[in-house]
């Protein structure tokens, strides 16, 4: 149980371009979701917590505009990254956690993440 | 400031050389803590949840325990396989987010 499928695993594109990551909770429903960035060798760095029906709340120093995280559902969020440059290059997760409450305790059930590389 | 410590930042063991990890933590209010295992160029797995001090919890090789002030994940006979970077994270009281450690890397040599 607890499966958290995140697409497209991996994505190559030019600058300039806009990118979608789909997060999808398969086997549960979500309230609330997350997004993260990871750089090699480093922990997660929180980027956005998304409930579902609200706008997301975002890190410090986390641009919104450039971040457009979407939660239209309680098995789905998304992630845009608008007008990608080469510092946007990353790998990006997501993880969802059981719907029993923003401030649920259960815990956060992770996908394989997005590698994002822009040329 | 709420933070998570984790130790050593890596480490080599022989297959069969049991060891442990530390998760050390300064928060204002616990409400629970989590261990996950990530592989490489993959997204963390959940391992377990401690909730209160002197709670244990077991999963084949790995054993979690909890103190007020850290967490250890003890390692038991560990098996090649069980390389993978080990993190720790926190959930406070009043925060949606987790806080979590720079993560221990663990490489098992056969």
């Known amino acids: 149980g607890a499966v958290v499928s995140q697409h497209p695993s991996w994505v190559i594109c030019k600058s300039g371009t806009s990118v979608k990551i789909e997060c999808r909770s398969l086997?549960?429903?979500?309230?609330?979701m997350f997004w993260y960035r990871q750089f090699p060798k480093q922990s997660l760095m929180l980027m956005a917590t998304?409930?579902?029906?609200?706008?997301?709340?975002?890190e410090q120093g986390v641009e919104k505009d450039k971040f457009l995280i979407n939660h239209a559902s309680l098995t789905l969020s998304t992630l845009t990254v608008t007008s990608a440059h080469p510092e946007d290059s990353s790998f990006y997760i997501c993880?969802?956690?059981?719907?029993?409450?923003?401030?649920?305790?259960?815990?956060?059930?992770f996908g394989d993440g997005t590698r994002l590389s822009i040329l | 400031e709420d933070q998570v410590t984790q130790s050593p930042e890596a480490l080599r063991l022989q297959e069969g050389e049991s060891s442990s990890l530390n998760c050390s933590y300064t928060?204002?209010?616990?409400?629970?803590l989590f261990w996950y295992r990530q592989d490489p160029g993959k997204g963390p797995e959940f391992l377990f949840t401690?909730?209160?001090a002197g709670e244990e919890k077991e999963k084949e090789r790995l054993k979690a325990t909890l103190t007020k002030k850290e967490s250890f994940l003890h390692i038991t006979a560990p098996k090649p396989e069980d390389s993978a970077t080990y993190l720790c994270?926190?959930?406070?009281?009043?925060?949606?987010?987790?806080?979590f450690g720079q993560g221990t890397r663990l490489t098992i040599n056969p």
């Open positions: 994270a926190v959930s406070i009281q009043g925060a949606q987010k987790l806080v």
């Open positions: 086997d549960f429903q979500a309230t609330t």
């Open positions: 998304s409930n579902e029906g609200s706008k997301a709340t975002y």
């Open positions: 928060v204002s209010g616990l409400r629970g």
């Open positions: 401690l909730y209160s």
């Open positions: 993880s969802a956690r059981d719907n029993k409450g923003i401030y649920s305790n259960q815990p956060q059930h």
